[in-house]
């Protein structure tokens, strides 16, 4: 998997070692993911570069191709934004089909309730005409946010204690133990795959009703809610569950926990403040593997693969499924 980062403002590391096997690459930029090329970067590099100097607060794609005619596409996979948490791009991700999720269509996030101007003039470039907001109403108050180009939003919402809006709240009111935590953070993700299904074929349906622009699914911290309804669709677009997995533990990378402790602390009353107030919140701040491995294996409980849990739990057959993945995926 190519990977880029904006080491500084216009400066770029890309390392691409395992997708062209060491072979020399041209290398473009561009600011649409669209093929072919942009801007010539360089030619003749192997393994990784750095490219500086490109136009800054701006999303750039890159276009690397090798002599016997591989191309890959490739961007930064978080948003960086100042005021929003856990914001990223959908693209890249091999499908076991041969194909690759569409850079620049997809995107993923937590609360956008502190956009600055500049992450105005940033958003504005992605053109995100519809959302899906798994937040309560509540929650939407609390954390309000305005996007440019006014985009159509759906509220899905989806109870962060899955079945109960005081859950966790009483949660860390009624113990000290971090590991009480843990284990109700894995009765959440276990129900979330089963009671919230309605909600998750909604998603499905407006999936299929999106027609131009880009979609964006959000909740308040993006790892959950977002994460279960973000790994559904990358099953449904044929991603294996590796891919999926890899997806979901970026949450830890890109989810800022030291920052949101204390918003963590007020919404969800927590009453034990200091380290120890910290050790007991930490299992809902982090992304663990463990959690996405109970989706897995309540999947398996029932079903002999993914693509079968998809179709029958979201009734979504070949004509959806086709049609879902000529949206958002490329031929490789």
């Excluded at 309000?144 to 709240?169: E, F, K, M, W, Y």
């Excluded at 009483?170 to 000290?176: E, N, V």
């Excluded at 989810?255 to 403040?273: D, M």
């Amino acid at each position: 998997m190519i990977e880029v980062q904006e080491t500084s403002p216009g400066d770029y590391q890309i390392d691409w070692e395992t997708e062209f096997k060491q072979r020399p690459v041209s290398v473009y930029s561009d600011l649409t993911p669209k093929f072919p090329g942009g801007l010539l970067l360089g030619e003749g590099q192997i393994k990784n570069g750095r490219y500086a100097g490109l136009p800054t607060q701006r999303r750039h794609y890159f276009h690397i191709e090798d002599q016997q005619g591989l191309r890959r596409l490739a961007a930064q996979r978080n948003i960086p934004l100042s005021g929003a948490v856990n914001f990223r791009d959908l693209g890249g991700y091999l499908t076991n089909g041969g194909q690759v999720t569409k850079w620049g269509t997809l995107f993923r996030s937590g609360h956008m309730s502190r956009l600055t101007s500049e992450d105005q003039t940033y958003l504005a470039q992605l053109d995100i005409r519809t959302v899906c907001d798994f937040r309560r109403e509540i929650e939407i108050q609390s954390e309000a946010s305005l996007l440019p180009g006014s985009p159509t939003t759906h509220n899905v919402q989806i109870t962060p204690g899955a079945r109960d809006a005081n859950h966790i709240q009483q949660l860390f009111a009624g113990t000290d133990k971090p590991e009480d935590v843990v284990a109700a953070m894995l009765e959440i993700m276990r129900i979330l795959i089963t009671d919230a299904a309605p909600q998750y074929k909604k998603l499905f349906e407006l999936l299929l009703e999106h027609d131009d622009g880009t979609f964006l699914m959000n909740c308040s911290a993006g790892k959950e809610r977002t994460g279960v309804g973000v790994a559904l669709l990358l099953m449904a677009l044929g991603v294996p569950r590796e891919t999926i997995q890899y997806d979901f533990m970026l949450s830890g990378k890109y989810y800022p926990i030291e920052s949101e402790i204390p918003r963590v602390f007020e919404k969800y009353e927590v009453g034990l403040r200091g380290e120890a107030g910290r050790r007991l919140v930490m299992p809902l701040l982090e992304a663990r593997q463990a959690y996405i491995q109970v989706v897995f294996d309540e999947i398996d409980k029932n079903f002999a693969s993914d693509e079968a849990f998809i179709r029958d739990t979201f009734m979504l057959g070949d004509v959806e499924l086709s049609h879902l993945r000529a949206k958002f995926t490329d031929q490789a």
